[in-house]
């Protein structure tokens, strides 16, 4: 069976620190990534996806970027987090090429920037 | 582009219907998922359309008009625990996935 795996479950870091989250997919291949920071009472926000290794499709400008060294590890970097940076980080998988497949999330990674 | 707009807070009692509605924009549509959040949690899955009508799954239905932009989710029987944030999410050819801000259902006894 496929899981997703997100880590670290909650981070505290100081503003204008790097951050490195990282989510990886087992039990299948070629997924779809997808990367979703999520303000308190407020819906999804897309930040990122891949649809293969290398091949980022960016959704917000800003500070964060990311990468996709192996099929199935999915990484949020950095370089200097803000403040407005403190959210609620989902990456999800979805399986590639079906057409009705449901995406599966990991269980986030609540970021608080001090 | 993508645009997904639904409301922002519904109450309902327990044991009623709500209806959650959900307009989109999408360029290449491929399909509308539904999603539940309870507070602090990550989001499951409950429907997904991508042809027009109505698909039935227990106390849950999804609706579907692609001419229209526009889908609603049907929760029947209400039940305390449904109070949670009802996420649509549509899907583009090039496999985007983008959300609305989510609609939170407050169930009242």
């Known amino acids: 069976s496929q899981t997703i795996h997100q880590w670290p479950a909650t981070l505290v870091q100081p503003v204008g620190s790097p951050l490195s989250l990282e989510c990886t997919v087992e039990?299948?291949?070629?997924?779809?990534l997808y990367w979703y920071r999520q303000a308190a009472g407020r819906g999804l926000q897309l930040l990122f996806y891949?649809?293969?290794?290398?091949?980022i499709s960016s959704e917000v400008p800003q500070n964060l970027s990311a990468s996709r060294p192996q099929d199935r590890q999915f990484i949020l970097s950095s370089k200097k987090l803000l403040l407005s940076d403190s959210g609620f980080y989902l990456c999800?998988?979805?399986?590639?090429?079906?057409?009705?497949?449901?995406?599966?999330f990991g269980q986030g990674t609540r970021l608080t920037v001090v | 582009g993508q645009n997904i707009d639904q409301p922002t807070e519904m109450t309902a009692t327990e044991g009623a219907i709500v209806q959650i509605n959900c307009t989109y924009q999408t360029s290449g549509f491929n399909g509308l998922f539904w999603y539940q959040q309870h507070a602090g949690e990550a989001p499951t899955f409950l429907s997904y359309?991508?042809?027009?009508g109505l698909e039935e799954k227990g106390r849950f239905s999804s609706f579907l008009s692609r001419s229209k932009g526009y889908s609603y989710l049907l929760l029947k029987e209400l039940q305390m625990k449904d109070s949670a944030s009802y996420l649509c999410?549509?899907?583009?050819?090039?496999?985007?996935?983008?959300f609305g801000g989510g609609t939170r259902v407050l169930v009242k006894p």
């Open positions: 359309n991508v042809l027009d």
């Open positions: 891949s649809v293969g290794i290398g091949q």
């Open positions: 999410a549509s899907v583009s050819a090039g496999n985007k996935l983008t």
């Open positions: 999800a998988w979805r399986q590639r090429g079906g057409w009705n497949t449901e995406a599966f």
């Open positions: 039990g299948t291949s070629n997924p779809n």
